[in-house]
């Protein structure tokens, strides 16, 4: 656990972390985080809210995701993250988006 928690950590210093280290991460120190199904491959790091860790996901990623896996055009992405996905509560693990643009 410890290298996957310096791991985490170093992520801001851009070691590369993979989704899967994240994943064991909060599930051995904050089991109650919601994770986003079906966008594990946009699954990019960890915020800390207070004394709650959220899984934090790449929009753009998950937009890519969407196009590829279900064949949505990109219109048609965005709409599906912004109703779908960013407009869904289920509590205060709700996973985070981070976009670029």
């Known amino acids: 656990m410890m290298h996957v928690l310096m791991s ?19 599930d051995e120190t904050s ?5 986003a199904d079906g966008f ?16 934090l996901y790449d929009y753009d990623q998950c937009v890519e995701i969407l196009m590829r896996r279900d064949k949505m055009a990109h219109e048609e ?6 109703f779908n ?8 693990y709700t996973p985070v988006f981070s976009s670029g643009s």
């Open 77 to 82: 992405a965005i709409e599906f993250m912004e």
């Open 40 to 55: 594990d491959a946009a699954l990019i790091g960890i915020v800390r809210q207070f004394t709650k860790s959220l899984a």
């Open 8 to 26: 985490c950590i170093n992520y801001a210093n851009h070691i590369h972390v993979t989704a899967n280290e994240i994943r064991e991460l909060l």
């Open 85 to 92: 996905v960013l407009g869904a509560w289920v509590g205060g």
């Open 31 to 35: 089991p109650e985080t919601v994770l």
